[in-house]
Structures are given as structure tokens and as C-alpha cells.
């Protein structure tokens, strides 16, 4: 049994491929390392022993597989045949579907092998994986100091949402790679707090069916990995053209994968002034200045642009995100499939919904679902959901003016500030971590856009500081290039 796994995919496949390791003895370390880590409650299932050599790939592949013997988690809204599959909801909580999710297909005729589902606030509704039927993640960074002092280990260091456990997965070494989703940041926003890297792809870039939904015309499936390398292969084995998703598109099949050194000669990036918000923090701040600085002294043109509507974009998010809640919540309805309340004296077909919602979802869904039917009632349709979409259609057009006349790519924060403990993070209700910390994530989703969350360095109190870089619809592969070459600069060094 391994103790440690390979850094990365590379490594990994090379083992593989050279004999060193068998094909399911990545895995099986990955399952004993997820095991003896349970105290960070990062999965809500783990696949047994007995069953990591069951996942049956292509039947027979072209060459060796790309991802052969890789260890990956998959976030647990997506959809995993013979998997439990529950959102982390009670409504779903005995749910096993009988199929699997196009880009967890993919991941298995590439050679990964899924070793389990990974936490998430319910739905997908949260910034912290605190919210999840299983109860909360703990973020790897800054544990330690609880463990060896006289604070309490009752309190930690959130790792994000809503992908928290995919997050940590990968940070603490659980597995080699994971699969999270990113509606308004939940993908970028966990591998800031949790210091990986972190991609949400450009809408319809990559399939959504057998993702649960929560709101359809922003929801992405995404990656998260250690190094940009891993995130890129990963990006190539998934992406796609896919016939049971009328939303994904035929892209170029070519590989994104960069070059070892980075590209950044003469690209053009924006720094967006309306990023620097109030309320975030002035090492991240710094932290943005110093980044640009390099790039500038590499060779790339960085400008200040102005992207108008941002100031705009959370309250339009505010009131798009719960009107496709409540319509994709509507199906949870206790007759079909999932939670279905058996309390006495349910008499009709409405009181029966009625309680079976209310028994199975928590208090942040149930608060999405009425704010949405408000926003969709006949006498709010065109004052809330119609001007909402107007006021998304101007976030868009800021996006394409400044690709159109000033900038190739931008560069900016992720959040506004670093990993709060759990102590601190509670002081605020769900709605208000969402306005907050989904300020600089949630317009890239806004516009169908790429954008990759970039480890860059470890504050003064040893937690992670990340930037991001956003780009043009299908521009992940020159978004690479730059990554790369940040990540070669300031050569972040990852928890384990």
C-alpha cells in the first residue's frame, strides 16, 4: 500500500503505465488515505476495496488510457450509477441512479477510477459546506493550529462551497483530482479557501446531463487538481459535444495543455476596477498588484479596464438563481423518486407535497424556493425575473466590449477575503455569505464564461490566497498558458 500518492497525474499515469504500481493501487491508497482522514468529512460515500476494479471504461481503447489507475472524486450531484447520489439533502437521500453523468463516463474510459462522492452544501446552495445532510467539511489549512493549542478543535477554517469536498479531496492528497460544479462560484470559491486550482469551463463546453440541476442556465461541471497540468488533462478528457445535452457544443478536440514555461508575451490583461469592492482585504488587494506586476515584467500588457455592471451583477443573481431553483425544485415532490414523508394524516395529494418538501429540504432551499415563486408570480414577472435578464444581458455586453477593444484576459480576485473559521462564517446567514463572497465569481457564470481560480501565496496567518483569470467563451487553452506560467513564478507550495 502507498502511504502518499504521486504529485500529479503525470507521475501517476507513468507508474502506472511502467508497472511500478498496479491499476488499482492508486485507488486503493486513495480509499485508505480517505479513511484515515475521516475527521475532515470530505465524502459522503467511499467506494469499497472490492469495488474499485468493477468501473468498466471503453471496452477497447485506442492506446493506453489517458487517465489509467487515476484516482478521482466526483462532487456528489452528479449522477453515478450504482453511487447513492443525494446533493446532500435528505430528499435525496436514498437515491442510487441507474446511470452515469456524461463527464463521469468520460473520466472512466480515460482509465480514472471513481473512488467515492464528495461533500457539498445542499443542492449546491452555500459558500461553505457547512449546509450538507452529512454535516460540514473542515478546510486541510490552518487545522493544525487547533490540533496543537489551547483553541478548540470544534472550530476550523471552512473550505468554500459549494464543492467543499471536492476541494479538500484534492487539497489534503485524498485523490489526484475531482469534479465539482460552479453555478456562481462554487467551484472557484472552494479552491481559493482550499489552495488548488479550480475551473469552471465555458457554458456548454462540457456536458451537463446527469447533473443535478440547480440552475440550468449557469450551472457547469468543472475540475479541480493541484496543478495546472492535471486541471488541463482533465479539462481535455471531459469536454465535448454531447447528444443527450442540448446545451453542450462541438469544440475543438485539440489539447489544451500548456507549454512548460507559460505564454504571457504581449497577451493583453485587464485588471477590472470595479473588483477592487469594499469589504476585501487588503492582502488580497496587494496580492492582486503583485501578480499583475510579474506578468507585466514577463512580457504582458496590463491595463485597468471597467466592467460597469458588476455593481449590478449579485442583485441580478440574486433573483435569477432562486426563479430556476423553484422551478428545478419543483420536481422533488415525494411520488416519484427520493424523500417521501410517511407522517399520519396526510389526506390529499397537496398535503402529501407539502410535507415531504418541507421534510426534505433544509431552511436555505425552502428559502430560495419562495423568493423564486415570488419573483415568478404574475405580478412580479416583468418587475424582478424580465428585468433581471436585461440587467444580465449588459453584464455580457461589459465582458464583450472589453474582449472586443482592450483585453485578451483578465486577472482578479476570487473572494474577498481568505478561509473564515466556521465560528465566523455562521454569523452570517446563507443569503448574505452568497452576496458577499460570490461578488467576483458569479459574472463570469453571468456571461458563460471560462475562469480558472490560480494558488498564488499564504497569507500572514498561513491560509491560502488565490487569484483568477477570466477569458472569452472557449479560451481555457490560452487561459492555461497564463496560469502556467503564474504558477511557475510563485511556485505555491500545496498543504501536503
Not at 414523508?341 to 436555505?364: C, I, M, P, W
Not at 465569481?441 to 488565490?466: C, E, H, Y
Request: with cysteine; charged share 20%.
Amino acid at each position: 500500500m502507498m502511504a502518499t500518492l504521486p504529485h500529479n497525474i503525470k507521475e501517476a499515469v507513468r507508474l502506472v503505465a511502467n508497472g511500478a504500481v498496479g491499476k488499482t493501487q492508486l485507488a486503493e491508497a486513495s480509499v485508505f488515505r480517505i479513511r484515515e482522514a475521516g475527521h475532515l468529512n470530505a465524502f459522503t460515500f467511499v467506494t469499497a476495496k472490492k469495488d474499485l476494479s468493477k468501473q468498466n471504461g471503453s471496452k477497447t481503447p485506442p492506446t493506453r488510457p489517458r487517465l489509467e489507475g487515476v484516482p478521482i472524486a466526483v462532487k456528489d450531484n452528479f449522477c453515478v450509477s450504482q453511487m447513492p447520489t443525494t446533493c446532500g439533502s435528505k430528499m435525496l437521500y436514498s437515491f442510487v441512479p441507474p446511470y452515469t453523468a456524461t463527464v463521469v463516463q468520460k473520466l472512466v474510459d480515460a482509465g480514472a477510477i471513481i473512488i467515492g462522492k464528495t461533500n457539498m452544501d445542499e443542492f449546491g446552495m452555500g459558500n461553505g459546506t457547512v449546509d450538507s445532510i452529512f454535516g460540514p467539511t473542515k478546510n486541510i489549512w490552518g487545522l493544525e493550529k487547533y490540533r496543537c493549542s489551547s483553541l478548540s478543535f470544534d472550530d476550523w477554517h471552512v473550505p468554500g462551497g459549494s464543492s467543499g469536498g471536492s476541494a479538500v479531496a484534492v487539497a489534503s492528497g485524498l485523490c489526484l483530482g475531482a469534479l465539482g460544479s460552479d453555478t456562481g462560484g462554487s467551484i472557484r470559491n472552494p479552491a481559493s479557501y482550499c489552495g488548488v486550482y479550480g475551473l469552471k469551463p465555458t457554458y456548454g463546453s462540457l456536458s451537463r446531463y446527469g447533473l443535478i440541476p440547480l440552475v440550468n442556465s449557469m450551472d457547469v461541471p468543472g475540475v479541480l487538481s493541484r496543478t495546472v497540468d492535471d486541471c488541463a488533462v482533465l479539462y481535455d478528457v471531459i469536454k465535448g459535444l454531447d447528444s443527450s445535452d442540448s446545451t453542450s457544443v462541438q469544440i475543438p478536440t485539440t489539447d489544451s495543455i500548456p507549454s512548460e514555461d507559460g505564454i504571457v508575451k504581449n497577451i493583453r490583461i485587464g485588471l477590472p476596477k470595479e473588483y477592487a469592492c469594499d469589504g476585501m482585504s487588503p492582502e488580497i488587494i496587494s496580492c492582486w498588484r503583485e501578480v499583475a506586476s510579474l506578468l507585466e515584467k514577463d512580457g504582458a500588457n496590463v491595463l485597468e479596464v471597467s466592467l460597469p455592471h458588476t455593481k449590478y451583477s449579485i442583485v441580478c443573481y440574486s433573483v435569477l438563481n432562486p426563479c430556476e431553483v423553484a422551478s428545478n425544485m419543483a420536481r422533488y415532490d415525494g411520488v416519484r423518486y427520493g424523500h417521501r414523508s410517511h407522517k399520519k394524516g396526510l389526506d390529499s395529494t397537496e398535503s402529501l407535497y407539502a410535507q415531504t418538501r418541507h421534510e426534505g429540504f433544509n431552511s436555505v432551499v425552502r428559502g430560495r424556493i419562495l423568493a423564486g415563486n415570488y419573483f415568478l408570480l404574475k405580478r412580479n414577472y416583468d418587475k424582478y425575473f424580465i428585468q433581471a435578464l436585461k440587467i444580465r444581458r449588459l453584464i455580457t455586453n461589459d465582458f464583450n466590449n472589453v474582449w472586443k477593444s482592450e483585453c485578451d484576459l483578465l486577472l482578479t480576485p476570487v473572494t474577498l477575503t481568505t478561509a473564515p473559521t466556521y465560528s465566523e462564517f455562521i454569523q452570517w446567514d446563507n443569503r448574505k455569505q452568497s452576496s458577499v463572497q460570490d461578488f467576483c465569481t458569479q459574472p463570469a457564470n453571468m456571461a458563460g464564461l471560462p475562469a480558472l481560480s490560480i494558488p498564488i501565496k499564504l497569507s500572514m496567518s498561513g491560509l491560502p490566497i488565490s487569484l483568477q483569470l477570466i477569458g472569452p467563451r472557449f479560451s481555457e487553452a490560452r487561459i492555461f498558458q497564463v496560469a502556467k506560467r503564474i504558477e511557475n513564478v510563485v511556485n505555491f507550495k500545496h498543504c501536503k
